[in-house]
């Protein structure tokens, strides 16, 4: 018994290059053609959306046309930067900066969700999508940290390596968890493919 789910990064956003995490700006212009073009020819049983707009608007669309159910979750949210958000990297304070990406774990931004909630967050928010969808092919409309968040579940990269990991926009990343032993076991199918009609489901 296989459930594949893919994880796709939402599309290009409106406003600056600055820290965005439960920041609700909408997709572009270019965004929305990244998210068109990444789902065609591709076909999901359910599909489940972070709640902010740059993930759920999109979401909304392929659902509609796509015939197919949706679902608005809030596990599957990017992490909360706190007073970080909507600050580039320059408006923060440098030493903070780099003490949060050599060890995020123990230096949350003030206000911030912590890093240790999040992957936590998204564990559970895994455990109940095999448990729900067992056997079946899902797409997860989400965000860069959450899909990042899933090679440290999966493939034991430590929290401050996660950061290493590029996620593009509208980029696809597929894990596949076979549910027909005591312990579920996941496989990385691939990551953060661009054009992911070209490598549709067998």
């Not at 998204?122 to 092919?137: F, Q, S, V």
Request: aromatic fraction near 10%; hydrophobic fraction near 35%; proline fraction near 4%.
């Amino acid at each position: 018994m296989i459930t594949t789910i893919d994880f796709l990064r939402h599309g290009e956003v409106s406003g600056d290059s600055y820290y965005r995490g439960s920041t609700d700006d909408p997709l572009t212009k270019k965004g929305w053609e990244q998210m068109d073009t990444a789902i065609i020819t591709q076909s999901w049983e359910h599909i489940i959306s972070s709640p902010l707009i740059r993930c759920a608007d999109f979401a909304q669309q392929a659902s509609k046309l796509n015939n197919t159910v949706l679902s608005i979750s809030n596990n599957w949210q990017e992490i909360d930067f706190g007073d970080w958000e909507g600050k580039t990297a320059q408006q923060i304070d440098q030493n903070s900066l780099m003490l949060f990406y050599q060890d995020p774990l123990k230096n949350t931004p003030p206000n911030a969700e912590p890093y240790s909630s999040f992957l936590c967050r998204i564990n559970c928010a895994w455990d109940e999508l095999i448990k729900t969808y067992r056997g079946k092919h899902i797409l997860v409309i989400t965000h860069a940290g959450v899909i990042r968040s899933l090679f440290n579940l999966h493939l034991n990269i430590p929290a401050n390596k996660l950061f290493n990991i590029k996620v593009d926009h509208a980029s696809l990343t597929r894990f596949e968890c076979f549910t027909d032993s005591p312990e579920n076991f996941t496989q990385l199918t691939f990551h953060n493919l661009v054009h992911p009609h070209l490598y549709s489901k067998k």
